[in-house]
């Protein structure tokens, strides 16, 4: 009777650890789309795999609507785009889990944004972000900074 009652506590404690590392992935990527979604960013380093192109972007605010558009605007023109963060499938509760995703189709210095990002980290003024080229291996490495 007691290695019956064993097996059903160990059960029930998998259950338990399985759901709360749900919940926790999901507030992760909950507290990510909340803190892109709220005010207006800046992009204050954009590393293109061998040259830096953060000019590309000054004069530029970006907003993460909760929609999932993403606006660029410089006070003469605007961009939209779309973002989302979405789940790889590693399943856990940290941002490694987690893949910062950019689309823009024009124009071309907004293409090179287009990417799935990883999120190195996360605050709620700063999100610094990496994308690794499957075809050459270069390194894209983007900060947004809120204004």
């Not at 023109?77 to 590693?90: D, F, K, L, M, V």
């Not at 003024?125 to 809120?146: Q, Y």
């Amino acid at each position: 009777m007691k290695k019956l009652l064993f097996y059903i506590m160990v059960l029930m404690l998998t259950i338990i650890s399985s759901c709360s590392k749900d919940n926790s992935s999901s507030s992760v990527k909950d507290d990510v789309v909340n803190t892109a979604s709220s005010g207006t960013w800046k992009i204050t380093y954009f590393f293109d795999t061998d040259k830096e192109e953060t000019g590309n972007f000054t004069g530029y605010n970006f907003t993460f609507g909760s929609d999932g558009v993403l606006t660029a605007r410089n006070g003469i023109n605007t961009y939209s785009g779309s973002w989302s963060i979405t789940s790889s499938s590693s399943n856990d509760d940290s941002l490694d889990d987690l893949d910062f995703m950019i689309f823009f189709t024009t124009p071309s210095d907004f293409e090179e944004l287009s990417e799935d990002w990883e999120i190195l980290s996360r605050s709620d003024s700063k999100i610094e972000l990496r994308h690794i080229s499957g075809g050459n291996g270069g390194t894209d490495l983007l900060t947004f900074e809120k204004n």
